[in-house]
């Protein structure tokens, strides 16, 4: 009866010893990965605020300027923001023109629509006030104003759409339709128009 009540206290022990070690090990591998997460959340919350996002970027947002003709710049309707057609203006006022294919070449036209995306983020955020509510862009239609028989639109809309994926991530993946125009308003080389789901 001893040696049995021996044994059970013995595997008892060790039992406890074993545990011991098992909260130990658990407690090490918990700092290691409190630490992991301390070290990659200043990424993580910087993936998930746009404007910090554009900010690493070095892309500064501007107050847009007035609508051209008897228009709005955006309309709200419950969670959509649909943006009315916008130019590649800069933040001065003026804007990139020429006709793609013949005054500007595709990586030009890819820069426009890129500034294209500069400028209706700038009205975006004027907006809803935070670039932090947008929960996805939802639809593009990219207007380039191009030469006939010019065939490279998605290329040059890419500037556009490459920028929302950086600034928003997955949110920033839309539908999108690129087509190529005879001319286009101040002979602006792109007019975007976007949808937009908001908190």
Do not use: W
């Not at 009540?5 to 039992?15: D, R």
């Not at 907006?127 to 490279?152: H, P, Q, S, Y």
């Amino acid at each position: 009866m001893l040696t049995e009540q021996s044994k059970f206290i013995g595997l008892t022990a060790q039992f406890l010893h074993q545990l011991n070690e098992f909260v130990k090990l658990n407690c090490n591998t918990m700092k290691q990965l409190l630490l992991i997460l301390l070290l990659i959340s200043p990424s993580m919350m910087l993936a998930q605020d746009p404007e910090a996002r554009l900010r690493e970027m070095k892309i500064e947002l501007f107050t847009p300027p007035a609508p051209i003709a008897n228009y709005v710049r955006a309309v709200r309707t419950g969670n959509l923001v649909f943006l009315a057609g916008h130019g590649p203006t800069r933040a001065d006022g003026t804007d990139i023109q020429g006709k793609i294919g013949k005054d500007l070449s595709v990586e030009e036209g890819y820069m426009a629509a890129r500034q294209v995306g500069i400028a209706m983020l700038s009205t975006l955020k004027a907006e809803i006030g935070d670039l932090k509510k947008v929960k996805r862009i939802v639809k593009v239609l990219g207007m380039v104003n191009c030469t006939e028989g010019f065939a490279d639109q998605p290329k040059v809309m890419n500037g556009f759409s490459d920028l929302m994926v950086a600034v928003f991530g997955p949110k920033g993946m839309h539908a999108r339709s690129a087509v190529g125009m005879i001319a286009l308003p101040s002979n602006i080389a792109v007019e975007v128009e976007m949808v937009v789901e908001v908190e």
